[in-house]
Every structure is written in structure tokens, then in C-alpha cells.
């Protein structure tokens, strides 16, 4: 039953993270940990095999939606690898970091980041566009299917600070660190949501790779575990890929903000009930 259970839940965080460009990680995390947690459905889960599940789930969560985004043209290859260059460090931080966290810790802290996230996209139509870092950065454009053009950059430097606290996060939560580039790339970057997706996709990619070989030196990957989730993950990826596709940008924003939300509430009940 468990295996059944980590199929379905490997399944759903692969269409969720590939459709919003969350990788995954943010709906395997909190979903494990409560049944494995809470419900006692799946056998010896705690913080850190979570996490190290959900980081090697990525490396294939962010492959299948990779390639799908590229035959789309929605990828942003040099910010990708900007991101991905001032995030390894912090990755490697955040995994050493996440070793000392319990279950409660871990639970509050994470439903407080994803309030947070949610909060900045609910408010973002009400905030006044930051266009200091499009103007002081390199400029892109870029139209999309609908036919509306979008601007957007930022200065170099500004990126690899900002990833690198994206990188802690990664490998402190085991979240892929698209829960907060892309609302970062949308409201700081303003970047075109479309693109946001599929720029932070391959860059959850890349820092799987680098996220998984921390967690594995650790010793946090449950290796039997990860047998049903990789297949169903990669499957839900193509789906979420191809679903994003044919939905409007702010219909995007939306689902983003309402999932982020749900997820952050859950977690801080989980942390504060221990």
C-alpha cells in the first residue's frame, strides 16, 4: 500500500510542479511527511529521508518538464545557469543545515516560507512593478502565445545573491527552489510567467543534480522508496508541461498562489500540533 501511496503522490507532484514550475518537491514533501508522519501509511519517514527522496524525484521531475518547455521555447537557458551558478553553494549549505531539523521544526518553518510566498503573489497586483531591476539589468522580450509582450531582466550580481538564499532553501526543504525563483522572476525580474516556468524547471533540474549528491553523501535517500515515485513523477511532469501550456499566464499566477497557500497552512498546523 505504501508503494501504491508514493506512486500517486509522485504522480500529482509532477504535474502540480511541472504546471507551476515548483519541481515537485513542495507537494511530495508535505504530502509524505503527513502520511508517513501524521498517518503512519508509510514506514520510517522522518525530515531528512523526505527531503532526500524528494531531491533525487527532482532530477526527473525536471528533465520531463524540461524537454517539453525547450520544444516550447520557453526557456531561458542563460538565467538558468546564472541561477543555477549562485545556488550550488547555498544547496550545499542547506543540506548540511537540514540535519539537524525534526519533524515539528521542520514543518513550521516551511508552512512560514510558503505563507510568505503565497502572500507576495496575492498582494503582487497591488504592488507597484519593481522595474529598478529590469532597468539596472540586461533587458530581454519576449511575446507570448496570446500576443502580449513582456520586458524584463536583472543586474547579474543581484541574481547569484538572491539564488543562493534559493539554493539554502532547496536544500534545507528538499523544494527544488522553484516555490521561490519563480514568484522572485515574476514580481523582482518580471519576468513573463510562462517563461518563469520553464527557466526555473531546468534550473531545478540542474540543482537536483548537485542537491541529490549532497543528500546521498549524507545518507538521507531512501532508495526503495524512490522506485515508485521516479516513474510516476517523470509521467506527471510531461503532463503538467504540456498543461501549462495551454493555459493563460495569470491562470498560472493564480494556481501558484492558491497551492502555495493551502500547503503553507497545513505544514504550520503540522509543526505547531508536533
Do not use: C
Not at 516550447?72 to 546564472?82: G, P
Not at 535517500?221 to 509521467?235: C, E, G, Q, R
Not at 501549462?244 to 509543526?271: C, D, H, M, W
Request: hydrophobic share 55%.
Amino acid at each position: 500500500m505504501e508503494y501504491v501511496l508514493l506512486a500517486l503522490v509522485g504522480l500529482f507532484s509532477g504535474v502540480v510542479g511541472a504546471l507551476v514550475g515548483l519541481g515537485g518537491g513542495i507537494i511530495l514533501v508535505p504530502a509524505t511527511l503527513f502520511l508517513g508522519g501524521s498517518s503512519g501509511l508509510i514506514s520510517g519517514i522522518t525530515p531528512q529521508n523526505v527531503v532526500g527522496l524528494s531531491v533525487i524525484m527532482m532530477i526527473f521531475t525536471g528533465l520531463a518538464s524540461t524537454l517539453t518547455f525547450m520544444k516550447a521555447r520557453t526557456v531561458d537557458y542563460r538565467s538558468a545557469l546564472i541561477f543555477f551558478v549562485g545556488s550550488v553553494p547555498g544547496t550545499i549549505l542547506g543540506a548540511w543545515v537540514n540535519k539537524g531539523l525534526d519533524l515539528p521544526s521542520f514543518n513550521l518553518y516551511f508552512g512560514i516560507l510558503l505563507i510568505m510566498l503565497s502572500t507576495l503573489l496575492l498582494v503582487r497586483k497591488y504592488i507597484k512593478p519593481v522595474k529598478w531591476f529590469v532597468n539596472n539589468g540586461k533587458k530581454k522580450t519576449f511575446t507570448d502565445t496570446h500576443g502580449k509582450n513582456y520586458v524584463y531582466g536583472y543586474p547579474v550580481w543581484f541574481a547569484l545573491i538572491l539564488t543562493f538564499g534559493v539554493g539554502f532553501a532547496s536544500g534545507l526543504f528538499g523544494i527544488g527552489g522553484g516555490s521561490i525563483i519563480v514568484p522572485a522572476m515574476i514580481l523582482l525580474f518580471l519576468f513573463p510567467p510562462h517563461v518563469a516556468v520553464g527557466t526555473s524547471m531546468f534550473m531545478v533540474f540542474l540543482s537536483a543534480l548537485v542537491n541529490s549528491a549532497s543528500h546521498i553523501s549524507l545518507g538521507n535517500v531512501p532508495w526503495l522508496y524512490t522506485l515508485p515515485v521516479i516513474p510516476a513523477a517523470f509521467i506527471g511532469a510531461k503532463i503538467g508541461a504540456t498543461l501549462n501550456q495551454r493555459i493563460k499566464s495569470e491562470t498560472l499566477v493564480v494556481a501558484l498562489r492558491i497551492i502555495l497557500l493551502l500547503l503553507g497552512v497545513r505544514s504550520i498546523v503540522a509543526g505547531l500540533m508536533g
